[in-house]
């Protein structure tokens, strides 16, 4: 896939980075050349400096060949000005933007942009951690999902090893997270012992 990357901040330089280890052609735009000294030095994709709302700019970097654009400079409006010029003028129909300001992601929507607020992200985060640190986490693999769930260890299971807990159907064990916050990941030849406190980690394939 090819894909140009508005914005060669923290998030940018992080999103180039991960899509080129992937295999995807990758440029990156900023206004700043002092701002690729971010990007790895394996990274195989092309820099261009310029004003990401110059048109020639966009062009130089390939937009007109893009099969999808990320606009994820720290400025709201730039953002959303040149998702317009590449969604309406390069015809690329899949955009997203990052958005420091959730009061402002409504104002996306009425343009039809996708969106990914770092804040509200960072929020829930944060939320989760603090009131439900054992609620269930779901992760997808291209279509497949899989959730991990947490059963904390009692005193009946003291000193048994991980692989004789219940399970449920389709569950299997992922892993023990001890008392001291270390985790050990469960496989048939390891041997785990529980004390209390400790906490099992299932998962299961969900869809």
């Known amino acids: 896939m090819n894909v140009l990357v508005v914005g060669c901040g923290r998030l940018g330089t992080r999103l180039a980075g991960l899509l080129d ?8 735009i900023d206004s700043n050349p002092d701002a690729f000294r971010n990007l790895n030095e394996e990274f195989s994709g092309i820099t261009v400096t310029g004003m990401p709302m110059d048109m020639t700019v966009l062009q130089n970097a390939g937009v007109e060949s893009c099969d999808a654009v990320a606009v994820v400079t720290p400025d709201d409006n730039l953002n ?3 998702s317009q010029i590449v969604r309406e003028f390069f015809g690329v129909k899949k955009v997203v933007a990052r958005i420091s300001d959730p009061a402002r992601e409504n104002v996306f929507e009425r ?8 804040t509200n992200l960072a929020g829930d985060a944060i939320f989760t951690a603090l009131t439900q640190p054992l609620s269930p986490k779901n992760v997808s693999f291209e279509s497949a999902t899989a959730t991990f769930h947490f059963r904390e260890v009692d005193k009946a299971h003291e000193g ?3 692989s004789s807990v219940p399970k449920d159907t389709g569950e299997t064990i992922f892993g023990v997270v001890h008392k001291n916050g270390t985790m050990e990941l469960y496989s048939a030849d390891r041997r785990i012992i529980l004390t209390e406190g400790d906490k099992v980690v299932f998962a299961k394939v969900i869809d």
């Open 80 to 82: 959303i000005t040149v």
């Open 160 to 162: 048994v090893s991980v």
């Open 111 to 118: 343009f039809g942009l996708k969106t990914v607020c770092p």
């Open 21 to 28: 280890e992937h295999g995807h052609d990758v440029a990156v």
